[in-house]
């Protein structure tokens, strides 16, 4: 197996032993599991892989991914190469492999990646049908995003998702008035005013982030009744629901700390981390680096999780960030390919990851709602189902090529941002965000 391990690379393989000895306890013991034959898949003699997926936000999930790996290398016999970069940087080499039929074996992309890709991709519909009459069938998400739109045909295996949440710090709510986050939107307004004027500013990812970014303006359109298009695939974006989620952000960005414009994946953790900001929106990286480091644990032991407030739709209009993997058709070795994945979401070795990731990755088998970790911290409960939140990404349509390309171009996280600037108002962003996204849907 070839792994480029930096100096650096090497201390934390080191210091997070632990962590994956702890995971491996568990062993998937807790993993309720049915009877299911799994897919024949004959491993192509002198097979090697390399597979492409995004760098960590917490240490376990690369340390645990790599031990996972070497695993599967040392008993099937296939060298295995696993390359982590930059979240913003791999849907452009996904694009590039797509494109020039060379490269990884295996993407672990981003949630729309598959659907944008489809037909330079291996259906893992075995794969896929095998893991959920064993683990209790797929979730919301899980299936959402896997399947290719109207049929039952898998082109992805999502790994799991990075759902965001409100992370709130509690002493700041209550200073502010209130014991918990507000589900309908003037409350919560009066909250992040509240926090702004006691210098404990809240604050939401207006950049071009990812999950993020991402997360936030369909937040922000979703919990006004609003979405990017319709059941059938029609742009809908621009309407009144839209128009009046843009005005009430130009009440909340007012309340938001300085910077968030040009903020990315990582900067509310750090802001957070900081004691700069008291209220955002993330995965469980921000909660796992606090716990985890003796200067922040104090800030750890006042920050909680809730629901992103439901605005007028009734329930949490949030999603996830899916970690999706893919096989691409110009693998040499298909076979072994499809078995890696097969191999990575087995309780065995997914367990192991989840629990050592605190969750980071919410699981998108139901059998996984049953490990040890969803019960070893009440903060963490947020995280359990949500890979059951019924919200994606293109919603209400068909997650398609033109979902992904929308997401990939930060639409509808521009036109969040220049209302917030004062670039545009919010009719105008809404016909620009309209305008835009009909080149994708036609």
């Not at 990646?113 to 683990?135: C, N």
């Not at 979703?222 to 005005?247: M, P, Q, R, Y």
Request: overall charge positive.
């Amino acid at each position: 197996m070839v792994f480029i391990i930096k100096r650096r690379e090497a201390v934390i393989l080191g210091a997070a032993a632990a962590a994956l000895a702890m995971a491996r306890s568990a062993n998937g013991q807790s993993i309720p599991t049915a009877t299911a034959t799994p897919p024949k898949l004959d491993i192509e003699k002198g097979a090697s892989l390399r597979i492409l997926r995004p760098a960590r936000f917490v240490e376990p999930d690369e340390v645990i991914f790599r031990a996972n790996t070497a695993k599967f290398a040392k008993e099937k016999g296939v060298e295995v190469r696993v390359d982590f970069v930059g979240w913003e940087d791999i849907r452009q080499q996904t694009a590039v492999s797509a494109n020039t039929g060379a490269g990884p074996d295996i993407v672990l992309g981003w949630a729309e990646d598959p659907h944008i890709y489809s037909d330079k991709l291996l259906e893992v519909t075995d794969v896929a049908e095998y893991l959920g009459k064993k683990y209790g069938g797929w979730m919301f998400l899980g299936e959402k995003y896997g399947k290719k739109a109207k049929t039952n045909n898998w082109i992805g295996l999502p790994f799991g998702g990075s759902t965001g949440p409100i992370v709130y710090r509690q002493s700041a709510v209550k200073a502010a008035g209130f014991d918990k986050v507000p589900g309908d939107h003037a409350n919560f307004l009066k909250l992040c005013q509240a926090l702004k004027k006691n210098n404990k500013p809240a604050g939401f990812a207006l950049g071009n982030a990812v999950g993020d970014g991402n997360g936030f303006a369909n937040w922000l359109v979703w919990s006004h009744g609003g979405f990017l298009v319709d059941e059938d695939g029609k742009v809908s974006i621009n309407s009144k629901e839209t128009v009046a989620a843009l005005n009430y952000l130009k009440e909340l960005y007012p309340t938001f700390v300085p910077g968030t414009l040009s903020w990315g994946d990582v900067s509310n953790n750090r802001a957070f981390a900081a004691n700069e900001l008291f209220l955002t929106a993330n995965g469980v990286s921000m909660y796992f680096a606090l716990k985890n480091d003796p200067a922040t644990k104090p800030i750890a032991d006042d920050t909680d999780h809730a629901p992103l407030p439901p605005g007028v739709v009734g329930k949490p209009p949030q999603s996830a960030l899916i970690l999706n993997g893919m096989v691409f058709k110009h693998s040499k070795f298909p076979n072994a390919a499809k078995a890696y994945m097969q191999y990575m979401m087995e309780a065995e070795q997914y367990d192991p990851w989840l629990t050592g990731c605190l969750g980071y990755w919410s699981h998108p088998l139901a059998a996984y709602g049953k490990s040890k970790v969803w019960d070893s911290d009440p903060k963490l409960a947020v995280y359990r189902e949500g890979m059951n939140n019924p919200f994606w990404s293109g919603y209400k349509g068909p997650i398609t090529q033109a979902a992904g390309t929308v997401a990939a171009e930060y639409i509808l996280v521009q036109m969040c941002a220049s209302v917030a600037a004062g670039q545009a108002t919010p009719a105008e962003a809404a016909k620009e965000a309209e305008r835009r996204a009909r080149r994708y849907y036609r």
